[in-house]
């Protein structure tokens, strides 16, 4: 049986790229990929518990993949963010499906939380 998982780079924000392998069976979101693999420091990243309400999550998408839709929330989250570029992206917001074999994001600096 075919496996499930795909491949995603993934450069942390200490400049260090990881290749990790992701399920696209779980219902998983990149937010949830980042810290299975523990490549944000515990409590710096998905605070908000993947709700698109934090932007701990925010990342670059390097790649060319078609992502889905950004919703308001996400839209609105990313207004509000420090650093954020034309290719941001919350990472909660985006569901690890086999169409994103080969995805690569670079995790944003961590803002600062008031």
């Not at 693999?37 to 390097?62: D, H, K």
């Not at 963010?81 to 690890?96: H, K, M, P, T, W």
Request: glycine share 6%; hydrophobic share 40%.
């Amino acid at each position: 049986m075919d496996t499930l998982d795909i491949t995603i780079k993934i450069t942390d924000r200490a400049g260090v790229l990881h290749e990790v392998q992701a399920p696209t069976d779980m219902a998983m979101n990149l937010m949830e990929v980042v810290r299975s693999y523990e490549l944000a420091p515990e409590g710096t990243i998905g605070i908000c518990g993947g709700m698109a309400m934090c932007a701990s999550c925010q990342c670059y998408v390097i790649s060319d993949h078609e992502l889905p839709e950004m919703n308001d929330d996400e839209d609105m989250m990313l207004a509000e963010a420090f650093y954020v570029e034309d290719n941001s992206r919350l990472g909660c917001q985006i569901s690890i499906t086999p169409e994103l074999e080969g995805l690569e994001v670079v995790l944003a600096p961590e803002s600062e939380v008031e």
